[in-house]
């Protein structure tokens, strides 16, 4: 039972680091109608730029604003520079600059750091393990990824329904052209938008720079899956985006954590290693299929 | 007309002995490595080990004057074809070094010695060559990955534990790997985990290995992989309750620096450290630092020893590689010595070499450091060496 809680909060933390990923990409697709695959870049660069900051001097809190800043600095001038001229184009277009931008960010990386990977450690406070429950210890690192997850959820939330910028971006995902007709500055909406994303993916980035290697191509792993959460959750929907990754990150660790020990019961071993490894990496692809199938909209479509 | 024409060759090879008596052509190696991507300094260190044996002794190799060309495959294996082709074809190149990867090996390897020139492995040991795929113009001077990957079998046993948990990536060396461990391993595996390839979070089987609480954990994650989980590793508190043992590959002297903590008393096995006591290896580790300022890897060390086994074989037929039967014939007596110490080819012209069981442990100065501690193997050749035959 405590193996079994112990997988869910792991799926819970798989989970968060997605939805601070989808939620921007997300408002990204939904309002602008850009399909930004340097998002995972984003990711990758607000990781690097804390990382190295939290290694100068020591502090694993400074990496914070340091990832933050660079990720939202990145952001703005991918923005202006990029993806302001591609509105109008269609999604191919979009999607050759956008990786045109991945595959610049990942050389500019390389010349400034190098192919070794980068390494923080954990802040001191958070480096241990809990016990949550008599037998379940629990690295208190991921349980604060899910913490701050979760605060950030509930903040967007807030934005979103209890401001009028959050207004704004709610009538953005619905109707596009009725909002410019109104005489709302778009492309100021977009701009903040576009910011937004950027600082959660960079957020996202920073936390997960202690669990994982910070390396270059860490975005691009991430940003399939990502992109898995968004269409599950339904275009343009940030509730959609938080219940999609919520259950993409438990159905996928599940799969992982189970799926070989319950075909080994009916089959032979290697098979059963063979078959689970290969069943549970096409999971979440498989669910997606399953979701476009009942519901083509996904989950919670914003375009209702 | 024919002794006439016998009598010309003659003359030319007279006049081309003079030539080469006076100022003596260098012989050729081609170097086919990795130097680029994340696994780039695998090849930098193999160039780097080869060309220390070379400056050492002024550019000579058993007194032979000798020119290295070296060309990075990048890892592809198409790659690793065509700068073959093009060494054998436009610059004649008859003997041949360098890759460190099996898949490029795999491609490169079959081209090079069909075609009649000898190719020394520093490091790719993939078990299809070393059975009934030998061949008489392959030599490998490092390891099987089967034997590499299994002396960690051959340690967990030794240190006396029953149950193991192995994890490696669902791909051919991932499998491999695990088959060699389980080769040498005598106890009992409870639980056997193929992770996705581009997998980076292993929190769902670090929960498992906890469940299962195994003696021991094997595993074998490549590249920044491997980096990764062992960090995730210790965070999740399980380094100091369950130990862990991984081969050489897994823990090099490069690795080790990118770990740092997370990989005190973490048990390697390897065939080669800095600290095994022999004079070749302690002039090698000396001048290796003192050349490039750095720690060198197994990976250097395999360079060196096979700079050495080509000056042995070169000295013996005196840098005449026109009869390559001779040249084969000299390197098959192995009289070199290696950073390794003793080393010997075995029936399909694999090592055959001593094992160490190591540890990494702080040293007097507060540093890790990989610290040999007793031999596993003596003189250990290769389970694959009974299919093979010339």
Not at chain 1, 42 to 68: K, Q, S, W
Not at chain 2, 12 to 36: C, D, F, Y
Not at chain 2, 211 to 222: G, I, L, N
Not at chain 2, 268 to 280: E, I, K, M, Q
Request: glycine share 12%.
């Amino acid at each position: 039972m405590t193996l079994f809680l112990e997988q869910v909060l792991n799926g819970l933390q798989l989970g968060v680091m997605l939805f601070l990923m989808a939620a921007g990409l997300t408002l990204i697709f939904g309002i602008m109608g850009i399909i930004n695959l340097a998002h995972g870049s984003i990711y990758m660069i607000g990781a690097y730029a804390g990382t190295y900051v939290a290694m100068e001097t020591g502090v694993y809190y400074a990496g914070i604003p340091a990832a933050l800043a660079a990720a939202a600095l990145t952001g703005a001038a991918m923005e202006f520079l990029v993806v302001r001229r591609l509105y109008k184009r269609d999604h191919l277009d979009q999607v050759l600059a956008t990786f045109a931008l991945i595959l610049i960010s990942n050389q500019v990386i390389t010349l400034i750091f190098g192919r070794q990977p980068l390494f923080v450690g954990l802040p001191s406070a958070l480096s241990g393990s809990v016990e949550l429950l008599p037998g379940l210890f629990y690295p208190s690192y991921r349980l604060a990824i899910i913490a701050v997850g979760l605060l950030v959820a509930l903040g967007l939330y807030l934005v979103i329904n209890r401001t009028r910028i959050g207004m704004l971006v709610r009538a953005g995902s619905t109707n596009r052209d009725m909002v410019r007709a109104l005489g709302v500055d778009i492309r100021m909406l977009y701009t903040i938008v576009f910011g937004l994303g950027a600082l959660l993916a960079g957020l996202a980035g920073y936390m997960a720079g202690p669990i994982l290697a910070v390396q270059v191509g860490m975005g691009e792993q991430i940003l399939i899956t990502t992109f898995v959460v968004v269409v599950i959750g339904g275009v343009g929907s940030i509730r959609g985006a938080f219940f999609a990754s919520l259950i993409i990150g438990v159905f996928d660790t599940m799969l992982r954590a189970y799926l070989p020990g319950f075909l080994r019961q009916i089959m032979a071993g290697s098979e059963a290693d063979a078959l689970g490894a290969g069943l549970s990496s096409m999971g979440i692809y498989l669910l997606m299929a399953l979701v476009l199938l009942v519901r083509p909209k996904g989950l919670f479509p914003a375009h209702s | 007309m024919k002794n006439m024409k016998a009598g010309l060759f003659a003359l030319a090879g007279l006049l081309g002995s003079v030539v080469t008596g006076g100022a003596q052509e260098p012989v050729k190696i081609g170097m086919i490595t990795t130097l680029s991507g994340p696994a780039g300094y695998l090849g930098q260190d193999v160039r780097d080990g080869f060309e220390l044996a070379v400056k050492m002794n002024d550019g000579k190799l058993g007194n032979v004057p000798v020119e290295i060309l070296v060309e990075d495959d990048g890892l592809k294996p198409g790659n690793g074809r065509q700068i073959a082709d093009r060494f054998l074809n436009n610059e004649d190149v008859k003997l041949f070094t360098g890759i460190i990867f099996s898949n490029v090996a795999g491609a490169t390897v079959p081209d090079i010695v069909d075609e009649g020139a000898i190719f020394v492995s520093p490091n790719a040991g993939p078990s299809e060559f070393a059975g009934a795929g030998c061949h008489p113009n392959y030599f490998v001077l490092s390891w099987l990955t089967d034997t590499m990957q299994g002396s960690a079998g051959k340690n967990a046993s030794d240190l006396g534990y029953k149950r193991a948990f192995v994890l490696a990536p669902n791909y051919q060396a991932g499998k491999d790997a695990i088959t060699g461990f389980k080769r040498y391993f005598d106890g009992e595996i409870v639980g056997e985990i193929y992770t996705r390839l581009d997998q980076t979070d292993f929190a769902a089987e670090m929960a498992q290995i906890r469940e299962v609480a195994p003696d021991v954990v094997f595993q074998f994650q490549p590249g920044g992989l491997g980096i990764a989980f062992l960090r995730q590793y210790q965070q999740s508190g399980l380094l100091g309750s369950i130990p862990m043992v991984v081969s050489e590959p897994s823990m090099d002297h490069a690795i080790l620096k990118a770990v740092g903590d997370a990989a005190e008393g973490l048990n390697v096995s390897g065939a080669w450290n800095t600290d095994l006591d022999n004079p070749t290896n302690a002039a090698f580790v000396a001048q290796f630092e003192e050349t490039y300022g750095r720690t060198p890897t197994m990976y250097a060390a395999q360079g060196y020893d096979t700079a050495l086994a080509f000056a042995s074989a070169l000295g013996k037929v005196e840098g005449d590689i026109s009869d390559l039967d001779a040249f084969r014939s000299a390197l098959r007596e192995t009289d070199f010595e290696t950073t390794r110490g003793a080393f010997e080819f075995g029936a399909n012209q694999h090592p055959v070499q001593d094992w160490y069981a190591m540890r990494v442990e702080k040293n007097d100065a507060g540093e890790l450091v990989l610290k040999t501690r007793k031999k596993l193997m003596s003189a250990h050749g290769d389970p694959f060496a009974q299919d093979c035959s010339f």
